[in-house]
């Protein structure tokens, strides 16, 4: 992960992250044999929560297609071993949630 994002946020206060998770790679021409990341693995989603600080995080989008290549169990066992498992808020698919 770039750690650009950081250093232009460290001023905002962010209460929530809707983190698009499930590790999708893309073929992509000069970037290939490595691809074009599309979505977060589960430890580049739980990297992004410890950089940012962020209180909670809604994982979505790591299940929608068969391309996806870490379920969201990567990123729930990434954030329970960084001490970050609580941080975690869960959404139903079609549900809502007050954070």
């Known amino acids: 992960m770039k750690r650009g994002i950081v250093s232009g946020s460290a001023a905002l206060l962010i209460d929530v992250g809707m983190l698009h998770l499930g590790g999708t790679r893309l073929p992509a021409g000069p970037r290939l044999p490595f691809g074009l990341t599309v979505t977060m693995d589960g430890r580049q989603g739980a990297e992004l929560v410890a950089m940012l600080s ?8 790591f299940d929608d297609y068969a391309v996806f290549a870490s379920p969201v169990a990567d990123f729930t066992r990434e954030m329970q071993r960084r001490g970050l498992g609580d941080r975690i808020v869960t959404v139903n698919r079609g549900a809502s949630v007050t954070v």
């Open 54 to 61: 962020l209180p909670k995080a809604v994982p979505v989008h």
